[in-house]
């Protein structure tokens, strides 16, 4: 797997990272599945092609290099492979549109709550 979204994304979703991705690699669960999966995005292990376009664009900085994971993340690789190994559970990601089709920006996290939120996460 070349790319891992951590658990960083649960509840935060901004999906910057979806506009970017060239191979179309970022899922999310079917709105019939979201009660069993974390409300999060997820790279599928062997559709990715580790372009890293999709690192840089989450603002929580939730996008690793699998081989840069930190330890505290790395049950995360299994999460994500999820979408791979159940793929009717799955859909691609898209990015968030308006009603004319226009892109909508997510508001940017600041680096208070982005900081909270890694410390919710690896503890």
């Not at 797997?1 to 901004?14: H, K, P």
């Not at 990015?95 to 920006?105: C, F």
């Given at each position: 797997?070349?790319?891992?979204?951590?658990r960083?994304?649960?509840?935060?979703?901004?999906?910057g990272?979806?506009?970017?991705?060239?191979?179309?690699?970022?899922?999310?669960?079917?709105?019939?599945?979201?009660?069993?999966?974390?409300?999060?995005?997820?790279?599928?292990?062997?559709?990715?092609?580790?372009?890293?376009?999709?690192?840089?664009?989450?603002?929580?900085?939730?996008?690793?290099?699998?081989?840069?994971?930190?330890?505290?993340?790395?049950?995360?690789?299994?999460?994500?492979?999820?979408c791979?190994?159940?793929p009717?559970?799955?859909?691609v990601?898209?990015?968030?549109?308006?009603?004319?089709?226009?892109?909508?920006?997510?508001?940017?996290?600041?680096?208070?709550?982005?900081?909270?939120?890694?410390?919710?996460?690896?503890?």
């Amino acid at each position: 797997m070349a790319y891992i979204v951590s658990r960083l994304c649960i509840d935060c979703v901004d999906k910057g990272c979806v506009e970017v991705c060239p191979v179309e690699c970022i899922y999310e669960p079917k709105a019939s599945e979201v009660g069993d999966m974390p409300n999060m995005l997820f790279i599928h292990p062997t559709e990715c092609i580790s372009c890293g376009a999709c690192e840089p664009e989450c603002p929580w900085g939730a996008i690793f290099e699998d081989r840069e994971l930190p330890p505290s993340f790395e049950g995360d690789v299994e999460i994500n492979a999820r979408c791979e190994q159940q793929p009717s559970k799955f859909q691609v990601a898209h990015p968030h549109r308006d009603g004319e089709g226009r892109l909508v920006k997510a508001k940017r996290p600041d680096k208070a709550l982005v900081s909270a939120n890694r410390l919710k996460w690896q503890q």
